[in-house]
């Protein structure tokens, strides 16, 4: 399983947009990019996935480079109610080994 | 539609004790999946179910620790002889295929074991 890295945590504030790079120098030609969000108290919710260039859904965008050895999540214009962890997942597509990290603590202020 | 539940959403016991979770997937996920969440830390493989099989228990930490899904729908996470070290949110997700990320998974919001 490709190590993935990211920030233990941001600070942003309302109306900005937010980009948490995960590294994952590891990554394997059969791998996909995850990502996901958890709020206080809940489970983690699926927010986008990817396997190169740029994938964007209604809540984010997935920026992967060519070499796909990182990838960037971007959050636009986020709100306090972005305030969650989010986490980076590096798997086979067809793998149930889904391993978190400790994910990366975004806090969005007024 | 309900999404995926969790039954109790509190349990405290006393070191020693068994303990059962309940886990309801969404209907019609095949897959299932148990984690265990500590403080500050991400979510932590357990074990994952296809249909009524356990298709891979490698998280399990010891034999303390089992789970069953009989009719390929509820399971159930057992844990033996319970520790302190035990205490943490324990997370089910289901999914609607085969595991894999490209079959999103769907949490529970989790049990909070605490072990006194």
Known sequence: LAKTTQPISMDSYEGQEVNITCSHNNIATNDYITWYQQFPSQGPRFIIQGYKTKVTNEVASLFIPADRKSSTLSLPRVSLSD???YYCLVALYNNNDMRFGAGTRLTVKP | GAG???TPSNKVTEKGKYVELRCDPISGHTALYWYRQ???QGPEFLIYFQGTGAADDSGLPNDRFF???PEGSVSTLKIQRTERGDSAVYLCASSLGAGGPFNEQFF???TRLTVL
């Open chain 2, 108 to 110: 529970g919001p989790g």
């Open chain 1, 83 to 85: 305030t969650a962890v």
């Open chain 2, 38 to 40: 500590s403080l500050g």
């Open chain 2, 67 to 69: 789970a069953v899904r």
């Open chain 2, 4 to 6: 995926v539940s969790q």
